[in-house]
């Protein structure tokens, strides 16, 4: 599979590595081992296609969205439909092949942190399902806000830690899960949600998404005979960006294009520096530390991005632009009416790119764009917006 090229294990040019103390290098050593013994074990790659197929209902189709493409008149539109994945997201490509890979370690147990309870609901789902136990940590804040999130994951048989320190936010609870993952790595696997955090988990994350382009690609290629001109995804910490992207890296006639909330605009406006354990673009508030940042579309906001879209932004082999909420929320409505596809809020920001893109282009050229997620837990949120702005 391509990849960046990296000059040492971990690394995307000056990005990535593993800034940690030398008890979590340990569990992360630990951890890479293993990855590099199953990541082309074909048994496992065997169990692993087995449930992408049975259990997520891959392969997912890719959509031409001729409504939209007539209605803008410009570039073909395709649309990769994670949205049609169980639970509705693309989170589970990597929760699935993470599960599968903890189970092979001789793990019994499973940690895991999340913000919104996204990633939380996504770990427990597959706990369920492999009989593992789960432990999910989430700011006492998030807890409160994301009330029916933590029922999901209780209902899945997960146990949600309230996490009171700090500012009861995500990065108290990343704090309560690294502490876990050290003192009990032996037996505990830490489930990372997103290609972020120290090596190996970029490399990770983006070997499980990267089905995403491995279908998209062979799609393309039976429909139209051809490669896209541009592949579309939006941007939070990376994870469906990069699996919609990775096996597109290598053919330099497809552009790269990754979309953020101009709210959370790591990639615009971030600087180098280190955060949660690896170096990457980051915004930073006055004192030098990871800003707080606001999105509508609750998966977009991380003040960091993987390692290897910093990477791909320097050498140029990516483009990353932001969009505004009201672009947002147009694309939003415009997708479900022209197509009868309501994408989640985060794959609006690709959509609302698009929309701008397609009609600059020819009607002989081809965008695909990834619809990480359906709208549907979306809908009461966007219908508040929506009485706000008129
Ligand atoms: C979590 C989520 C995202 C953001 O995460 P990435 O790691 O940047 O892909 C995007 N879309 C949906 C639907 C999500 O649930």
């Known amino acids: 599979m391509s990849g960046a090229r990296t000059e040492e294990k971990g690394f995307y040019g000056v990005y990535g590595g593993s800034i940690v103390p030398p008890e979590l290098q340990e569990a992360l050593n630990h951890l890479e081992e293993a990855f590099e013994k199953y ?8 169990e692993y296609k087995y449930y992408l197929k049975e259990y997520v209902g891959r392969e997912n ?46 793990a019994k147990r499973v940690i895991a942190e999340t913000g919104a309870g996204q990633h939380g609901v996504a770990t427990a789902t597959v706990c369920a399902m492999f ?6 940590y989430m700011g006492l804040e998030d807890t409160k806000r994301q009330a029916l999130n933590v029922f999901r994951m209780e209902m899945l048989g997960a146990k949600v830690v309230a996490v009171a320190q700090g500012q009861g936010k995500l990065k ?12 009990n790595y032996k037996n505990t696997f830490y489930l990372l949600g997103s290609a972020v955090g120290p090596h190996p988990y970029p490399a990770i994350v ?33 994870s469906n960006a990069i699996g919609a992207f990775a096996h597109y890296i290598d053919e330099p006639s497809v552009r790269l294009i990754g979309v953020e909330p101009d709210q959370a605009a790591t990639m615009a406006e971030g600087v180098p520096a280190i955060i949660h354990g690896f170096k990457t673009l980051t915004l930073l508030d006055d004192d030098g530390n990871p800003k707080p940042v606001y999105s509508i579309a609750a998966g ?41 596809i309501i994408p989640a809020l985060e794959s609006s920001h690709a959509v609302a790119y698009a929309l701008k893109l397609a009609p600059q282009l020819k009607p002989d050229q081809i965008i695909i764009v990834n619809i990480s997620g359906r709208g549907d837990k979306d809908v009461e949120h966007v219908f508040k917006l929506l009485k706000e702005r008129n």
């Open 172 to 183: 108290d609870a990343v704090d309560e899960a690294l502490n876990d993952f050290v003192a």
């Open 300 to 340: 977009l906001d991380y003040p960091g991005v993987g390692p290897e879209h910093s990477y791909l932004k320097e050498i140029g082999r990516a483009e990353y632009y932001t969009v505004t909420n009201d672009e947002v929320l147009d694309a939003f409505q415009t997708l479900s009416k022209t197509e009868g």
């Open 39 to 46: 990541k082309d074990d074909e048994e496992f790659n065997k």
């Open 206 to 238: 983006k070997h499980f998404q990267s089905i995403i382009s491995e279908e998209s690609k062979r799609q393309i290629l039976e429909k139209e005979g051809r490669l896209p001109d541009a592949v579309i995804a939006c941007v939070g910490g990376g």
């Open 131 to 136: 009989g593992m136990e789960c432990v999910v």
């Open 61 to 106: 189709p890719l959509t031409f969205a001729r409504n939209l493409t007539e209605k803008l008149g410009g570039a073909k539109i395709y649309l990769k439909r994670e949205d049609l994945n169980h639970m509705g997201a693309h989170k589970v490509n990597n929760v699935l092949g993470q599960i599968l890979l903890a189970k092979r370690m001789g």
